[in-house]
C-alpha cells in the first residue's frame, strides 16, 4: 500500500508563493505520474500538475506559467511551486500518486488559503 504525505500548505497574501512538497512511501509500484489536484468549497477536486516518469508535464490551464511541478523519482517524491497565487487558487491541494496500471493513491490534503 502506497503512503503519501504532503507538506508545505499554510496562508499567504495574494501575490506571494507557497512550495508544496509530497512523499510517497511503502509498497510503491511502477509508477506513471505524481502530482497535485485541487479542491475549493463546494466544487469539484481539479487537476493542478503532473509530472510522469519520463519527464513530461501536465498543468491545468489556470496555474499554467504560475505553477511549476518537479519530481525526485529516486526519492519517490513531488513538488509544487506555486507563484503569484490568488484568491482563487485557496483550495485543498492533494497529492497523487499513479501508477501504469492506473490505480490512484492519494494524500490526506493540505489546506492553501490565499487571503489579505
Known amino acids: 500500500q502506497v503512503q503519501l504525505v504532503e507538506s508545505g500548505g499554510g496562508l499567504v497574501q495574494p501575490g506571494g508563493s507557497l512550495r508544496l512538497s509530497c512523499d510517497a512511501s511503502?509498497?510503491?509500484?511502477?509508477?506513471?505520474?505524481m502530482g497535485w489536484y485541487r479542491q475549493a468549497p463546494g466544487k469539484q477536486r481539479e487537476l493542478v500538475a503532473w509530472?510522469?516518469?519520463?519527464?513530461?508535464?501536465n498543468y491545468g490551464a489556470s496555474v499554467k506559467g504560475r505553477f511549476t511541478i518537479s519530481r525526485d523519482n529516486a526519492k519517490n517524491s513531488v513538488a509544487l511551486q506555486m507563484n503569484s497565487l490568488n484568491p482563487e487558487d485557496t483550495a485543498v491541494y492533494y497529492c497523487?500518486?499513479?501508477?501504469?496500471?492506473?490505480?490512484?493513491?492519494w494524500g490526506q490534503g493540505t489546506q492553501v488559503t490565499v487571503s489579505s
Open positions: 511503502g509498497s510503491i509500484p511502477s509508477i506513471y505520474t
Open positions: 497523487n500518486l499513479r501508477t501504469i496500471g492506473a490505480h490512484d493513491s
Open positions: 509530472i510522469a516518469t519520463g519527464g513530461i508535464q
